[in-house]
């Protein structure tokens, strides 16, 4: 059980918007811990996409968007392409469990 | 450009012990925390802990305390992480990660690059 809660899979057709969400609590994020997001290819490191929330790492296409309100974050895809096909993990600090904490993965599929 | 290159894929025998290593390179190393991650079959990512390397400080987190040991040789930009007495439900695929941050908080650390994974297989 993963302290922040995602999806398990999301899906959309080529061309379309998703959102992943992550959800916390008062001691992650809703403590004001930034919130990061990471893409996970099969075979693949994890690639940092969205840290702080909002900023878009370095050569992340800017159809990739981060938010955040109150206890929970959301990571946006738009003009979904099927190279977009992966994993994605939430990750922020839980000061509950004095540690980083990572979400339980989203899968996306792009139909 | 900063990289972190980790060591090959282990086989091992339930009880044995393992050491696995991660190389940094393109950065000062003793000046940014390293983190382990596991990722089990199937499932998503854990952290296990972070080392500083400068001072070798190290925080482990509580589901893996006590189960593993992380430890740095800065003269040689490694990091390492070790098992005494691996079981079956060690195998996974360990990544390592350089941690920063874009304020002086360490608890607002992200992971970024991360090494390529060491898939570890514990099986008689």
């Known amino acids: 059980q993963s302290v922040l809660t995602q999806p398990p899979s999301v899906s959309g057709a080529p061309g379309q918007r998703v959102t992943i969400s992550c959800t916390g609590s008062s001691s992650n994020i809703g403590a004001f811990y930034p919130v990061h997001w990471y893409q996970h290819l099969p075979g693949a490191a994890p690639k940092l996409l969205i840290y702080?929330?909002?900023n878009r790492s370095s050569g992340v296409p800017d159809r990739f968007s981060g938010s955040k309100s109150g206890t929970s974050a959301s990571l946006a895809i738009t003009g979904l392409q099927a190279e977009d096909e992966a994993d994605y993990y939430c990750?922020?600090?839980?000061?509950?469990?004095?540690?980083?904490?990572f979400g339980g993965g989203t899968k996306l599929a792009v139909l | 450009e900063v990289q972190l290159m980790q060591s090959g894929a282990e086989v091992k025998n339930p009880g044995e012990s393992l050491r696995i290593s991660c190389k940094g390179s393109g950065y000062s190393f003793p000046s940014h925390w390293i983190g382990w991650v596991r990722q089990m079959p199937g499932k998503g990512l854990e952290w296990m802990g972070t080392?500083?390397?400068?001072?070798?400080?190290?925080r482990y987190s509580p589901s893996f305390q006590g189960q593993v040991t992380i430890s740095v040789d800065k003269s040689i930009n490694t990091a390492y992480l070790q098992w005494g007495s691996l079981k079956a439900s060690d195998s996974a695929i360990y990544y390592c990660?350089?941690?920063?941050?874009?304020?002086?908080?360490?608890?607002?650390?992200?992971?970024?690059?991360w090494g390529q994974g060491t898939q570890v297989t514990v099986s008689s």
């Open positions: 990660a350089r941690q920063w941050g874009t304020t002086t908080r360490q608890d607002y650390n992200l992971f970024d690059p």
């Open positions: 990750q922020s600090y839980d000061n509950r469990l004095s540690g980083w904490v």
């Open positions: 080392i500083y390397p400068g001072d070798s400080n190290v």
């Open positions: 702080d929330d909002i």
